[in-house]
Nanobody, 119 residues
Framework: QVQLVESGGGSVQPGGSLTLSCKAS????????MGWHRQAPGKQRELVAVISRNGATNYTDSLKARFAISRDLAADTVYLRMNSLTPEETAVYYC?????????????WGQGTQVTVSS
């Protein structure tokens, strides 16, 4: 069983920054692509950014200039640095990972971490 635990959410003023973390844990697993999605109130969940094991990244185009995804392979942890946040980016941010465990491919979502952008 693989678990994802997010941290780093909270409240920030417009224009502020936050860094989210997501650590994968379990036994005998190999995490492949990891990433972040978000879901604002009343809206569908949307992709923020993903990163592969070799460091290749993919962002929603509108976020690329302000957000940065990174990864620590040894720690099985993915990070999301968010700059110049706006109130419209208030959402629950979810970590996602594709992984191999016991020879089987699977995927997992974290429980989500709330980000609130408000003055």
């Amino acid at each position: 069983q693989v678990q994802l635990v997010e941290s780093g959410g909270g409240s920030v003023q417009p224009g502020g920054s936050l860094t989210l973390s997501c650590k994968a844990s379990g036994t005998k697993f190999l995490a492949y692509e990891m990433g972040w999605h978000r879901q604002a109130p009343g809206k569908q969940r949307e992709l923020v950014a993903v990163i592969s094991r070799n460091g290749a990244t993919n962002y929603t185009d509108s976020l690329k200039a302000r957000f940065a995804i990174s990864r620590d392979l040894a720690a099985d942890t993915v990070y999301l640095r968010m700059n110049s946040l706006t109130p419209e980016e208030t959402a629950v941010y979810y970590c996602h990972a594709d992984f191999l465990v016991d020879g089987r491919l699977g995927d997992m979502w974290g429980q989500g971490t709330q980000v609130t952008v408000s003055s």
